[in-house]
T-cell receptor
Framework: DTAVSQTPKYLVTQMGNDKSIKCEQN?????MYWYKQDSKKFLKIMFS???????INETVPNRFSPKSPDKAHLNLHINSLELGDSAVYFC????????????FGSGTQLSVL | AQSVTQLGSHVSVSEGALVLLRCNYS??????LFWYVQYPNQGLQLLLK??????LVKGINGFEAEFKKSETSFHLTKPSAHMSDAAEYFC????????????FGTGTRLLVSP
């Protein structure tokens, strides 16, 4: 049983397209996150949802729109993809709390051509 | 604003040698500190964390780290490296806001040779 699963694992697409990445967790956590890891391995938080409500929204272009239909799911939709969006996107979840352990998915490698 | 600096993008050790991965942080409030490990093509896994209390923290796989407030450091050590320790290691810091908002360092690739 995968704790945090995200699909697809690989995503190759053309500039200007719209794409979505799905994430689901079966840990019963109430907080979920999206992180972006660039080609230099730098990892930065994008969004966080707690019980379906947006609580962290870093300076991410509004082409990125997270959606949380329930607290076990946090999907990421990206409009008008750009070359600079190429990265590995990680979904994560945790219990609520600043010192709680994050559980990460295995990542989605997005390549924009 | 918080930040994390990891000295050395790559560290090479021989199997059985001491592992030392350096992390310095900047935070205006008492920080929570974490070390995560990333194996190839996988997500990050928590190695250990410091929140409050004992400054020497023990984690999984024989790793430990010591919080030194005077040096603003949280270096990761392991007495004897194993081939399976080869991975990318990330130090991270967060503040007590009620929610996880980790700020990660740029990572250190640990290479272990036979």
């Amino acid at each position: 049983d995968t704790a945090v699963s995200q699909t697809p694992k690989y995503l190759v697409t053309q500039m200007g397209n719209d794409k979505s990445i799905k994430c689901e967790q079966n840990l019963g956590h109430d907080t979920m996150y999206w992180y972006k890891q660039d080609s230099k391995k730098f990892l930065k938080i994008m969004f966080s949802y707690n019980n379906k409500e947006l609580i962290i929204n870093e300076t991410v272009p509004n082409r990125f729109s997270p959606k949380s239909p329930d607290k076990a799911h946090l999907n990421l939709h990206i409009n008008s993809l750009e070359l600079g969006d190429s990265a590995v996107y990680f979904c994560a979840s945790s219990k609520t709390g600043s010192n709680e352990k994050l559980f990460f998915g295995s990542g989605t490698q997005l390549s924009v051509l | 604003a918080q930040s994390v600096t990891q000295l050395g993008s790559h560290v090479s050790v021989s199997e059985g040698a001491l592992v030392l991965l350096r992390c310095n942080y900047s935070s205006s409030v008492p920080p929570y500190l974490f070390w995560y490990v990333q194996y190839p093509n996988q997500g990050l896994q928590l190695l250990l964390k410091y929140t409050t209390g004992a400054t020497l923290v023990k984690g999984i796989n024989g790793f430990e780290a010591e919080f030194k407030k005077s040096e603003t450091s949280f270096h990761l050590t392991k007495p004897s490296a194993h081939m399976s320790d080869a991975a990318e290691y990330f130090c991270a810091v967060s503040e007590d806001t009620g929610f996880q908002k980790l700020v990660f360092g740029t990572g250190t690739r640990l290479l272990v040779s036979p």
